[in-house]
Nanobody, 115 residues
Framework: QVQLVESGGGLVQAGGSLTLSCAAS????????MDWYREAPGKQREWVAR??????TNYADSVKGRFTISADNINTVYLQMNSLKPEDTAVYYC??????????WGQGTQVTVSS
């Protein structure tokens, strides 16, 4: 099972930017995709974005045009968040999809956007 380490969370004012990172503890060639999810207080965890090993990306409608998912390789993924809104406040989790080693969640990182 892959271990994922997240970083980059913090407090930012509305309209500001923040970039999250998520890295596998070691290089794993069998990871097919990396996703970002978020969980706001009292709400279900929701999917935010995905990047595949081939470089294709998908976004939730709520973040489309503001967030960008990218990767140095499929083992290291980033989420660049621009034009942040208070409703973006949540704990953000990365998620590695790997049929060989199993799917793995990151530990989560708190993003707080003040008005």
């Amino acid at each position: 099972q892959v271990q994922l380490v997240e970083s980059g969370g913090g407090l930012v004012q509305a309209g500001g930017s923040l970039t999250l990172s998520c890295a596998a503890s070691r290089r794993i060639v069998s990871i097919n995709a990396m996703d970002w999810y978020r969980e706001a207080p009292g709400k279900q965890r929701e999917w935010v974005a995905r990047i595949t090993s081939g470089g294709s990306t998908n976004y939730a409608d709520s973040v489309k045009g503001r967030f960008t998912i990218s990767a140095d390789n499929i083992n290291t993924v980033y989420l660049q968040m621009n034009s942040l809104k208070p409703e973006d406040t949540a704990v953000y989790y990365c998620y590695a999809r790997d049929l060989i080693n199993g799917n793995t969640w990151g530990q989560g990182t708190q993003v707080t956007v003040s008005s």
